[in-house]
Structures are given as structure tokens and as C-alpha cells.
């Protein structure tokens, strides 16, 4: 294809150039599953056949996306993660795709999803080898965009394990460019906020939206409630906020991790909070369970049309969380692009009892006084409801929400000129 118009933006300060990311990709989160969190490392495909990190495995959910109606929802996106190739490259340089596990090769599987309208992502890492001590890009950053592009690859995670950190502002920006280089559309995922972070060094958000169209920034998620509720906490600290929230939106998406609705720990009211919060928070919507085998509970939950209206709005804003009162209950709230406003109280208490739960609209931005329509996103029938000036519902305990959505009226109809209100 050539380098695409506009794909690459050079900016001069002082002798060195940089190159902004701008490939027209992820306008609106992305969203698909990766195979990480449910099927790790794992590669012994004699003990494993159903499991093991192979093309077997790939193709088998590409299939349940194409075929269960998660593809018309926006679920385009399988990603590889780590522990697909061969632990070592080959004579000119190239990553090997495992033979045993991919015997058709990684170009032949990419182009098998793009036959389904589907793309397909693989896993990088900056350092001298993978998290799972498979080889690393380190000085190969070209040669491995290139191979990618040539598969047909359509997205690119790139790790940081095994890696210099102080290295990693350069080297991430490098691994970019050579992506745009290639002249493919290729997505770009970027960790190295994350590995900043834990080194405690300062962390450059708008270095970091400028050269990717997605990072994660903290701790891997895990399959339990425990680890869902710390990375809310830390999207919602106003601190953490104030460094990434501003840079949030199309095309440069905080990634808070995979979505586990569908595995083994979540109670069914803490998979609706998790798939809530995620859509609020304008994340990339990421499974990582095993489509052949979900409950219709976690089917209902993830295929929620409204909730990921929510998810998908033009704005991509990041909510903010209002309050947290004692007990253990919270108010969060975003704005939309028609002027409504996304909500959720959460209920984390441990007692037992659902709670009565009660906000003003002046607490979500709204007037004093004003008459919002009030919709219930996890409400399977009914119809929205009018309330002036506040609006209270119970809220199951254990983690359980109410995700709603606030159309200001006026006599009954929404304005004709919605207040667009940017947080």
C-alpha cells in the first residue's frame, strides 16, 4: 500500500524527530477477545488439545464470534498472546510460529478470520524475551513489523518484560514507527505505562496517546473480584485520573484489561459491575473466557446493546467517581454525546441486604430541578421512567450496580439542543 496519507506526523525539537501514531484506528474502543487470562502459556497440546495456545484454538472462537451474533456487536478482535512461536528465530531473523501448534502458519490463520470479517492480533514484548521467555523484539523492531504486516496482522501488543524501562519511551515510539512504516493499518497496543508505573517513575500520558492507540497502565487482572475492584480503584483515584483521564478518547484508549465474565470467580451481579464499569470507563472490551462453553447469564451480560452504546459513544470520556460513602457505596457518572449521561451506583457493602441508593442530578452535572428520563441498562422490560431532581434504587450487595442512563426532558421530550457537557 505505500505509506498511507497521514499516517505518520513529524514534529522537529532539535535534533531529533517524532512521529505520531495517527492510523485512523479505534475511533471507539476496540473490542473482541484475547486469550491471555483463560488460556495462558499453555502449549502442551497432547495434555491440552481443546486449550493449548494454538490455531486450533484461534479458529474455534473466531467461529463463535462469527457464528453466536458477537461479530455484529462490535466483537471483531482475536488476539494471540504470548507463547505462540518457536524459541528461536529463524535464519533471517523472523519469529516462527510454533509448527506443531499452528501448522498452517500465522498468515494462513489471519487471513481464515479475515474471510469472517474478523481480525486478527498477535503479542510482542520489548524486551530480550517475552514474559514467557520466548523471544523478544529487542533489536529486531523493523524486521518483526514487517513480518507482521506481510501475515496480514491487524493489531500488535507489545509487553515489556525482560526490558530496559529507561529505554522504553524510544523504544515504543520505535516499534510504532516501524509499524506505520510497513503501510499497514495495524493497531497498536503499548504496556509501557504499566512498567513506568511500577518502577515509580513519572509517566508521560500524552507521550503515550501521541505514539499508541491503547496502553495498559496497571496491574494484569486476574480471575477474581479482588482484582477487578483494584484496578476500579485506581481509575477512579482523582490522582490517577488527573494523569491519564484527559488524554482518553478516540483512538487513544486507557486499557484497564480483559474481561473475565464467563470464567470462574465472578458472581453473576459482580460480572454485570465488571461489564458496567469497563463500559463507562470507554474501555477496549477484551474477553477472555472460552466462547464453545458460557453460561447464558455471561452471554446476556456481554451482548448488553446499551451498555456497550454506552461503551462505543462518539465523546470516549472516562467517568469520574462522585462519592464514596461509608458502607461501601459509590455514584459514577460520565457524559454522552446526546447530552444524557451514563450512572452507576455500586453497592460493595458485605452485608447482606440490598440497599436503597439515592442521588441528586445536580451531583451528576445537571440543573437544579431538572426532569431526566431514567433508564435501567440491565432492565430486560419496562420503560424508561421520569424523575425530577433525584432518583433512588436498590442495589444488590457483594459488588452488585445499577448502570443507568439520564435524558434530561422538557414536557415530556427531549430538548432539541442537548447540553454537551466535557468532563
Not at 44 to 72: M, Q, Y
Not at 117 to 135: A, F, H, R
Request: proline fraction near 5%; charge should be negative.
Amino acid at each position: 500500500m505505500g505509506l498511507l496519507p497521514g499516517i505518520v506526523l513529524c514534529l522537529f525539537l532539535g535534533s531529533s524527530a517524532t512521529y505520531a501514531l495517527e492510523n485512523g484506528l479505534a475511533r471507539t474502543p476496540p473490542m473482541g477477545w484475547l486469550a491471555w487470562e483463560r488460556f495462558r502459556c499453555l502449549t502442551d497440546c497432547k495434555a491440552e488439545p481443546k486449550n493449548c495456545v494454538s490455531e486450533n484454538l484461534f479458529l474455534s472462537i473466531a467461529t463463535r464470534l462469527h457464528d453466536d451474533g458477537w461479530k455484529e456487536l462490535g466483537y471483531t478482535r482475536v488476539n494471540i498472546d504470548d507463547c505462540w512461536p518457536l524459541h528461536d528465530r529463524d535464519t533471517e531473523g523472523k519469529l516462527v510460529a510454533d509448527p506443531e501448534r499452528f501448522p498452517h502458519g500465522i498468515k494462513w490463520l489471519a487471513d481464515q478470520l479475515h474471510a469472517m470479517e474478523l481480525q486478527l492480533g498477535i503479542y510482542g514484548d520489548y524486551g530480550t524475551k517475552t514474559c514467557g521467555g520466548y523471544p523478544g523484539t529487542m533489536g529486531h523492531l523493523r524486521k518483526d513489523a514487517e513480518t507482521f504486516a506481510e501475515w496480514g496482522i491487524d493489531s500488535y501488543k507489545l509487553d515489556g518484560c525482560n526490558a530496559n524501562i529507561s529505554l522504553m519511551d524510544e523504544g515504543y515510539f520505535e516499534a510504532g514507527k516501524a509499524l506505520n512504516q510497513t503501510g499497514r493499518s495495524i493497531l497498536y497496543s503499548c504496556s509501557w505505562p504499566d512498567y513506568q508505573r511500577i518502577a515509580g517513575l513519572r509517566v508521560n500520558y500524552k507521550n503515550i496517546a501521541t505514539h499508541c492507540n491503547l496502553w495498559r497502565n496497571f496491574d494484569d487482572i486476574q480471575d477474581s473480584w479482588d482484582s477487578v475492584t483494584s484496578i476500579i480503584d485506581y481509575y477512579g483515584d482523582p490522582k490517577n485520573f488527573a494523569s491519564f483521564g484527559a488524554v482518553h478518547g478516540p483512538g487513544q484508549w486507557n486499557d484497564p484489561d480483559m474481561l473475565l465474565i464467563g470464567d470462574f470467580s465472578l458472581s453473576y451481579e459482580q460480572s454485570k459491575a465488571q461489564f458496567a464499569f469497563w463500559c463507562l470507563f470507554s474501555a477496549p472490551l477484551f474477553m477472555s473466557n472460552d466462547l464453545r462453553d458460557i453460561s447464558p447469564d455471561a452471554v446476556a451480560i456481554l451482548k448488553n446493546k446499551k451498555l456497550i452504546a454506552v461503551n462505543q459513544d462518539a465523546l470516549g470520556l472516562m467517568p469520574r467517581r462522585v462519592w464514596q460513602k461509608k458502607g461501601g457505596i459509590e455514584l459514577w457518572y460520565k457524559d454522552l454525546s446526546d447530552g444524557a449521561k451514563a450512572v452507576i451506583l455500586w453497592n460493595r457493602s458485605n452485608g447482606g441486604v440490598a440497599l436503597s441508593l439515592e442521588f441528586s442530578f445536580e451531583e451528576i452535572g445537571f440543573k437544579s430541578g431538572m426532569t431526566c428520563s431514567v433508564e435501567d441498562l440491565y432492565a430486560t422490560s419496562g420503560s424508561p421512567t421520569n424523575h425530577t431532581s433525584s432518583y433512588n434504587q436498590y442495589v444488590d450487595p457483594s459488588g452488585g450496580v445499577a448502570a443507568l442512563r439520564l435524558t434530561p426532558v422538557t414536557n415530556g421530550a427531549a430538548p432539541r439542543a442537548p447540553v454537551h457537557i466535557v468532563i
